[in-house]
């Protein structure tokens, strides 16, 4: 039983049954699903707790409202809390999962055979989300720069021009780019002159280092808001994934109207009481757990970016801005195969593929550095053992 306390020992993770430490053997180190290996803040375990010690497995009432409504109104507090950014209840709707947000925006604001601008590297499931609706991806390949990744505008504005949305990240994952203000707005001028509506994935916004700050897209202007639909979370930044829990946002009720012509109102399905309580819970009284997790994912982020200058100059570490995840090129390794392969086989560490990000990109891995200090040590020193034995 799991009491408290921010780092999980070994035993306790590989006992766990969900997806990054149930996929591999015990002989494997997981760091590829976006999973952090920490407990959850003390706010929601208490909510958790609750429900099942009332048996409240009825339909969820909250002060006096569905339950939803708690949701939605959290969801207004938490954005005026962390980013001032000021948002009318009525107009975001909860979800189950971002993903099923993705899928539906395309579906509502799309049609079969157009075009959809997505940066590459990207998100596996938003390459699924416009391909199995019958659209076509329009990659725009962001470009290394300085040491981090920056959208290609000049590709972007010829693209634009076959396009009917633009699938954003931010902040992106893979690449960990937490866009600035100046970017976003050249972003907005495209999808302006085009009419284009842009979907914003800002699931991974509270976990940023530094002093950058999130912009939530559709607070840009009021112009950004009538072409905005905003999908966003507890799930990441406070570790509750599995909870199903998420809101989409429309930054006006004509837009929001557009929606519901395609989707009538119960056609996404909603929520269930566990997810809402638990996001109610993070939302508002999270942060100080949050603020100590951001703490321990920008120390290991400095680790990794240290140890690899020192230790493995065939590998380049993109250090994130955000997220706890981390682009990784392997290609002056030389290796063999796919960088995922070689070190899930060499060095027993599980890496998200490059490949399922984008298929130009088999030497890099996906880096999840969501550990204790501890585990990622032993990450690094297994890397490392199997990167000088590939050189010896
Ligand atoms: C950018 C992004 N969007 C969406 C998701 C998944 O969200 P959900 O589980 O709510 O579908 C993830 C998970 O890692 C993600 O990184």
């Known amino acids: 039983m799991i009491q408290g306390g921010h780092e999980l020992p070994l035993d306790v993770l590989y006992a766990r049954r969900n997806a990054k430490w149930a996929k591999y053997g015990k002989d494997v180190l997981p760091a ?22 009332e048996q409240e497995y009825g339909y969820a009432m909250r002060n006096g409202a569905q339950a939803e409504k708690s949701l939605t ?8 809390a962390r980013y001032g950014w000021t948002v009318d209840p009525a107009l975001a709707e909860p979800l189950t ?28 499931p938003f390459h699924m989300a416009i391909k199995e609706t019958g659209r076509h991806i329009l990659a725009n390949r962001m470009v290394p720069a300085a040491g981090r990744f920056e959208i290609d505008f000049d590709d972007m504005k010829a693209q634009a021009r076959q396009s009917s949305m633009i699938m954003l990240c931010n902040p992106q994952n893979p690449t960990g780019r937490v866009f600035t203000r100046a970017e976003l707005e050249a972003i907005l001028a495209i999808a302006v002159e085009h009419n284009l509506v842009v979907v914003s994935d800002e699931i991974h916004s509270d976990l940023i280092y530094d002093d950058l700050v999130h912009i939530p897209f559709a607070s840009l202007s009021d112009e950004a808001a009538a072409r905005t639909v905003t999908i966003t979370s507890a799930t990441k930044g406070f570790n509750i994934p599995g909870l199903r829990c998420a809101v989409m946002h429309f930054g006006t009720a004509e837009l929001q109207a557009r929606f519901r012509k395609s989707f009538p109102s119960h056609m996404l399905g909603s929520p269930g009481i566990v997810g809402i309580d638990a996001t109610v819970a993070a939302w508002d009284e999270g942060q100080p757990w949050q603020d100590e997790t951001v703490r321990v994912l920008g120390a290991n982020r400095n680790r990794i970016a240290e140890y690899f200058a020192a230790e493995l100059p065939g590998m380049t570490f993109y250090k994130p801005e955000g997220t706890y995840l981390s682009w990784v090129d392997c290609s002056g390794l030389n290796l063999p195969g796919t960088a995922h392969d070689f070190f899930h086989e060499r060095a027993k560490v599980a890496f998200s593929p490059g490949e399922a990000f984008d298929t130009n990109c088999p030497k890099f891995a996906r880096f999840n550095f969501a550990t204790s200090p501890a585990i990622l040590e032993q990450i690094l020193g297994r890397v490392s053992k199997a990167v000088r034995s590939h050189n010896a």
């Open 32 to 53: 590829w699903v976006a999973e952090m290996d920490f407990a959850v803040a003390y706010p929601i375990r208490r909510a958790m707790q609750r429900i099942a010690e």
């Open 97 to 124: 999962d971002l993903v099923q947000g993705q899928f539906a925006t395309i579906w509502a604001f799309s049609q079969p055979g157009d075009g959809i601008i997505l940066h590459l590297p990207a998100y596996p």
């Open 73 to 80: 109104a959290a969801f207004a507090r938490r954005m005026q």
